[in-house]
């Protein structure tokens, strides 16, 4: 019996076995099920809106101010449909009216909104 165990633990070795993960249960699954998994599995990846409080918003806003007067380039921290996205540039109008800001890199010009900001830098 000793003989038979010890030639067991020998063959059995764990680091060879290659797991499909979830591979092997989709074909037990309907696709209706599939799908919805997919699903679940994008929008758990998506970060939540950060909560921007009034003296954020102050801080924004002031970060824009300087930023347009000293003629410095910015970074825009925005948020939408749960992914942050970062654009670089120099401001060059704020329109309150459509409550949009203009800016401008070195390659092309672009308008972010107002209440898609959720951060800003300034480079100096």
Known sequence: ???????????????????????????????????????YNEESKKAPRPQLDEWDLETIQELIEIAMKRNVDVEMKTWKDGEFFYRAGRITWVDLNRRV???????QSFTLTLSEIVDVTIFE
């Open 1 to 39: 019996m000793t003989y038979l165990n010890d030639h067991f633990d020998e063959k059995l070795d764990l680091s060879k076995v290659q797991d499909r993960g979830s591979k092997k249960w989709v074909a037990m699954m309907l696709p209706e099920h599939v799908k919805l998994i997919r699903q």
């Open 101 to 107: 800001i203009e800016m401008e890199d070195t390659f």
